[in-house]
């Protein structure tokens, strides 16, 4: 299994411009989440969802953020326009929803830079 | 106000001691899990403990899940450079249905 992919691994972007990330989850889970993590802050959930629908999404920090899943096996979170205090490290994460012993597997991270 | 209190934040030793750090909250937890990340990588997912008072093993690391499902700690023996990383708790609270992290604990293993 290739894991949870996303892309792209650096962005580096001038502030005012949209920005995209996307997110490949494991092939069969069913829920899946976009984290962000800072220094300051540690990993936020931002929004997740379940069998592509959005369940929560209260962690979104304003409305320049918004996030997809379409079908399955995609999910893009779009940042329009960017702001540098949204440079941070963007997981993505999947997982087979159920009971108490959630395992999730995160990808390797989209580390933005908005300059 | 964090949910999960991790500490120390940050801890420096020498290859061959011990160590604990802890994972503290006054929520219950339905259960409790444990991530290590290294530098340029996603948390991956060491352990999960789900019953009050439950230890688990994973080779020198043995982690504990408090009886009052509240906090947890891991204790790693005799550490190694290959422990350095940090380390992460995660909870998905009695009441919620989302996993939450801790700050983390940065460990810093010295050969």
């Known amino acids: 299994d290739a894991g949870v992919i996303q892309s792209p691994r650096h962005e580096v972007t001038e502030m005012g411009q949209e920005v995209t990330l996307r997110c490949k989850p494991i092939?069969?889970?069913?829920?899946l989440f976009w984290y962000r993590q800072t220094m300051m802050r540690g990993l936020e959930l931002l929004i997740y969802?379940?069998?592509?629908?959005?369940?929560?999404d209260s962690g979104m920090p304003e409305d320049r953020f918004s996030a997809k899943m379409p079908n399955a096996s995609f999910s893009t979170l779009k940042i329009q326009p960017s702001e540098p205090r949204d440079s941070a490290v963007y997981f993505c994460?999947?997982?087979?929803?159920?009971?108490?012993?959630?395992?999730?597997?995160f990808g390797s991270g989209t580390r933005l830079t908005v300059v | 106000t964090q949910l999960l209190e991790q500490s120390p934040q940050f801890l420096s030793i020498q290859e061959g001691e011990n160590l604990t750090v802890y994972c503290n909250s006054s929520?219950?937890?339905?259960?409790l899990q444990w991530y290590r990340q290294e530098p340029g990588e996603g948390p991956v997912l060491l352990v999960t403990?789900?019953?009050?008072?439950e230890v688990k093993k994973l080779k020198r690391l043995t982690f504990q899940f408090g009886d009052a499902r509240k906090d947890s700690s891991l204790h790693i023996t005799a550490a190694q450079p290959g422990d350095t990383g940090l380390y992460l708790c995660?909870?998905?609270?009695?009441?919620?249905?989302?996993?939450?992290f801790g700050e983390g604990t940065q460990l810093t293993v010295n050969p």
């Open positions: 403990v789900v019953t009050g008072g």
């Open positions: 929520s219950v937890f339905s259960s």
């Open positions: 994460a999947s997982s087979l929803a159920g009971g108490a012993k959630w395992s999730y597997t």
């Open positions: 092939s069969g889970h069913n829920s």
């Open positions: 995660a909870g998905v609270r009695v009441s919620g249905s989302r996993l939450t």
């Open positions: 969802f379940n069998n592509n629908v959005p369940i929560d």
